[in-house]
């Protein structure tokens, strides 16, 4: 005890204690950020150039003149007080991903929101904000959309294209196994998404994996997840860096080599493997050294000929070569025999998805979504309201009290009334819906008819009762204790059909996720 | 700073205000009053503040949308678990967790602990001097706080210098239990990204089974050799590259000492490095005090068999003097942790309101 009683003493302090500790603040460009006063990010890239990210969007600086500025280059204008939240859809290693309605837009998106203080996450968003700005609109690729930081939560949010089914990995959890025919055609589309990376925008995915291969309602498989992709152009096609998941890394990688596109083309094999036989072919629960070891010392998984067909098998031969020069490109997998043997058989991909995830449930999210969305505009400011405009188009009829409106103005100018009837004379105390029940069924091929009733109180923003999709910002309608019959000043119920948005002469692909009522009825007892 | 703010949507729940802290709203017990903002990380932000009511400095740390990742979910409850029941002055203490608002919706948490200056990754790699004096003290701090944990039956499984708190007098806390198990429950494979790598044990590397504390200690080495050399010891990449470069430093392995791996894969591959006699610590860290270097080898032993326990450490002649048994209880009883991977949020959340009943036992009479 006296031995700890000497040592203390000859302690010096390690700092003085009444200014506290200060560490260095020094700027390591490579992977580095710094915040500005009105809480713009500025990621700093000593290869990408400076990305300042803030509230009101993601715009890209480059080192030219005003004068030399490219007019071309696309803009991501996505504003976080232009979003409406909802819940988690799932989580990753580094991120959790939302689904989200952008309001100006209508658009569904799938938010994918990363906490931007941990060293390996930075980076990652980095790469992936470049990966996604330059990759945009193509074939077998997840659309961007744009992103934001909120300052509130610390965290930045990309908006992707929300694949309302899921992904392989979901499917795998669900069936097992994919059939060949249907795995043939995914794979033709994502090859093509591949193939572009690859050839066209000179990256290296490097997280191809069955959860990051994904696919909506249509049946249209995509790649996502570009989080750790890393630009080529400059160089010979190397990349000298690791990071990334143990499962499907290539054995070049995991020896810390050089690699490139074929790394890429060994976990495309791996994850066909997996989706093929529904077994991932390497012993994965004796941790990560062990599964490494197996994949640089066991010669390579091949499928049982006896069970799955001869393309099949020599589909996955080729890409698990492991001399990864030996492995065909995408473009070249595009013309081999698996790929092409289903080629003119009309696969219905849009039916098999809808066999494996519940289109009912997906539906009923969709309409919840909505409902929440518009009632939030209705019962919401006055300058969200004016973005209800352009959910209708030119031939959407709105009815109530025994007329019938047509046409955006018309229906604006029409609900807008009613609003204003609604808001009365003291705002902050107004008649606000308060919707009991919703069902919903489906209309047409794409589209959902909504049946809503609920009732009027006074209040100040929009509730919604059942345990639906939750949206951020709405307190959950239990925690409230409202009485509903004691405050009730009148009741409604309002029918919606709502479609996706489809506008002849516009760039169809500028509208993928938005949503158009193209009917609405409205009767309100007071 | 700190600034007191309306509440959201403008209702004003009873016993709590708001303050904004760094662009992120603190929604705080009214006898917690916010000084300034002083960390920043992986969970979220934490802020010093005053207890009103004890007039003591605390540190309030949010969680927020701690739900939205179950894995982050999972760290918090085992950390308000198992911080419950230690008392040890060099474990930091978790003095309370603020009860919601709402019991099945709510989203953040608040918790408050006792106010440390900064931790010992801040003091490494600044330029502050670091005497044989400062490194025995911390080093012997450390091992008495490892000692009452591996008492209680509680591994760390994630010390690293970020998870040493230190204050100004040079007192150390060990902080961050959210990898924590108790000894003999069945190890789970975690994701790499979240244990931190380059202070990982190579049978935890190897994924042998039957790992005990012994991993704690090549961890402590670790600490240790950092705070020598004031840079980190082992700065693996990745898995293979991390072995790699410990069979660099220690030498290759006798095959008596390669006997605790299971797996005959991992243990062909050790063998298959380049031969090498590696370097001694006394050449690595010339300066240190010769003892130090002693201990240091000993701590950083390939085999776990053969590594010195906790307690052989504090008995080392590089601690003569500082550890007397009278003074360093065990902890009461061994804690058991019955936590389940697998459980979902409703499970999650309603485990972490029971703990919070334990700070708060006037709140399980209401029904909130």
Redesign the interface.
């Known amino acids: 005890?006296?031995?700890?009683e000497?040592?203390?003493k000859?302690?010096?302090?390690?700092?003085?204690?009444e200014k506290?500790?200060s560490?260095?603040s020094t700027l390591d460009p490579c992977d580095s950020y710094t915040f500005s006063d009105g809480?713009t990010v500025n990621l700093l890239s000593r290869s990408y150039g400076v990305y300042n990210i803030n509230e009101l969007g993601l715009q890209k600086c480059t080192s030219r003149s005003v004068d030399e500025t490219d007019h071309s280059e696309k803009t991501y204008k996505c504003c976080s007080h232009e979003m409406r939240i909802f819940g988690?859809i799932g989580?990753g290693?580094?991120s959790?991903v939302?689904r989200a309605i952008h309001i100006p837009t209508h658009r569904i998106l799938a938010l994918k929101?990363i906490?931007i203080?941990?060293k390996?996450k930075r980076q990652q968003l980095l790469t992936e904000i470049r990966t996604l700005c330059e990759a945009p609109c193509y074939e077998g690729l997840v659309e961007f959309h744009g992103a934001f930081y909120t300052?509130?939560?610390?965290q930045i949010s990309i908006a992707l294209e929300y694949m309302d089914g899921g992904s392989l990995a979901d499917i795998l959890r669900m069936h097992r196994r994919i059939p060949e025919p249907i795995l043939s055609s995914m794979f033709q589309k994502l090859l093509h998404g591949l193939s572009y990376l690859h050839g066209v925008r000179h990256l290296v995915h490097r997280d191809i994996k069955p959860a990051n291969l994904l696919v909506n309602l249509k049946g249209e498989p995509k790649i996502t997840d570009f989080g750790i992709s890393a630009g080529l152009e400059n160089s010979v096609a190397m990349c000298a860096t690791?990071v990334g998941?143990?499962t499907y890394m290539s054995p070049e990688r995991?020896r810390?080599e050089n690699y490139s596109y074929p790394a890429d083309i060994w976990s495309l094999g791996l994850a066909l493997f997996e989706c093929g036989t529904g077994e991932f072919p390497y012993t994965a629960?004796?941790?990560?050294?062990?599964l490494?070891?197996?994949i640089l010392?066991d010669p390579s998984p091949s499928p049982l000929k006896n069970k799955f067909s001869p393309e099949f098998c020599s589909f996955v031969d080729a890409c698990l070569q492991k001399d990864p020069d030996t492995r065909p490109t995408a473009e070249q997998l595009l013309s081999h025999p698996f790929i092409t043997k289903y080629e003119d058989a009309k696969v219905d991909l849009a039916g098999f998805v809808r066999s494996v995830f519940d289109p009912t449930q997906r539906m009923k999210d969709l309409a919840d979504m909505l409902t929440i969305h518009y009632y939030l505009l209705f019962d919401g400011p006055d300058d969200l309201w004016q973005h209800t405009r352009n959910l209708y188009s030119e031939s959407s009829i709105f009815s109530f009290s025994g007329k019938q409106h047509r046409g955006p103005s018309n229906i604006f100018t029409s609900l807008s009334s009613i609003r204003t009837t609604l808001v009365g004379d003291w705002p902050p105390e107004k008649l606000v819906h308060v919707v009991e029940r919703l069902q919903c069924r489906t209309h047409g091929e794409d589209g959902v008819a909504i049946r809503v009733s609920g009732s009027f109180i006074i209040g100040?923003?929009f509730l919604i009762c059942g345990d639906g999709i939750q949206v951020e910002g709405l307190?959950?309608f239990?925690?409230l204790g409202i009485d509903i019959p004691s405050k009730r000043m009148g009741t409604f119920h309002e029918q919606f059909i709502v479609e996706p948005t489809s506008l002849i002469g516009c760039e169809p692909t500028s509208l993928i996720g938005c949503y158009t009522i193209v009917k609405q009825e409205l009767y309100i007892n007071q | 700073m700190a600034t007191l703010v309306e509440p959201p949507?403008?209702i004003k729940p009873k016993g709590k205000h708001y303050y904004t802290i760094?662009?992120?709203?603190f929604e705080i017990d009214t006898k917690y009053v916010p000084i300034k903002p002083i960390g920043?990380?992986?969970y979220?932000?934490v802020c010093s503040s005053i207890n009103r009511e004890t007039n003591e400095k605390v540190a309030i740390k949010k969680i927020?949308?701690i739900f939205?990742?179950?894995?982050d979910a999972l760290r918090t409850l085992r950390e308000l678990k198992l911080l419950r029941h230690i008392r040890h002055e060099n474990v930091i203490a978790l003095k309370d967790v603020m009860m919601p608002?709402?019991r099945?919706?709510f989203k953040d948490v608040y918790l408050v602990y006792e106010l440390m200056?900064?931790d010992l990754h801040?003091?490494i790699?600044?330029?502050?001097p670091l005497?044989n004096?400062?490194c025995?003290?911390f080093l012997?701090q450390l091992l008495r706080g490892l000692k009452y944990l591996h008492s209680a039956n509680i591994l760390h499984r994630d010390l690293k210098p970020g998870n040493l708190l230190?204050?100004?007098?040079?007192d150390l806390k060990i902080c961050d239990f959210g990898l924590a198990r108790t000894n003999g429950v069945d190890g789970q494979?975690m994701?790499?990204?979240v244990v931190t790598r380059w202070y990982r044990a190579p049978e935890l590397?190897?994924?042998c089974d039957n790992y005990g504390t012994s991993i704690d200690v090549w961890s402590v080495g670790c600490i240790f050799a950092e705070i020598l050399g004031r840079k980190p010891i082992f700065p693996g990449?990745?898995?293979?590259?991390q072995?790699k470069l410990i069979i660099s430093v220690l030498g290759s392995q006798h095959e008596s000492h390669l006997e605790f791996i299971d797996?005959a894969?991992?243990r062909?591959?050790i063998k298959s490095l380049p031969c090498t006699r590696g370097r001694h610590f006394s050449q690595l860290y010339p300066q240190a005090d010769p003892l130090a270097i002693d201990l240091l080898q000993k701590m950083l032993l390939f085999d776990p068999t053969k590594r010195i326990t906790v307690l052989e450490a504090l008995q080392h002649p590089y601690m003569?003097?500082?550890y007397?048994p009278r003074?360093n209880p065990p902890a009461q009883v061994p804690i058991s942790l019955d936590i389940d991977e697998h459980w979902g949020e409703p499970m999650i959340r309603e485990m972490m309101w029971n703990e919070m009943l334990h700070y708060h036992p006037e709140a399980a009479s209401t029904n909130a």
């Not at chain 2, 990449?237 to 590259?241: F, I, S």
């Open positions: 005890m006296s031995g700890l000497e040592l203390r000859k302690l010096a302090p390690l700092f003085d204690a506290g500790f560490s260095s809480g988690a989580s290693a580094s959790v939302q929101k906490n203080f941990e390996e300052p509130d939560s610390g690791f998941t143990v995991i810390n629960n004796e941790g990560p050294v062990n490494m070891l197996q010392d100040n923003q307190p959950n239990k925690d | 949507n403008r760094w662009q992120t709203l920043r990380g992986a979220g932000v927020g949308n939205e990742n179950s894995i608002i709402h099945t919706s200056d900064t801040q003091i790699k600044s330029s502050q005497s004096d400062h025995k003290y012997f230190v204050n100004a007098n040079c494979f994701t790499e990204y590397l190897l994924c990449t990745e898995c293979l590259n072995l797996n894969k991992a062909r591959f003569a003097g500082l007397d003074c």
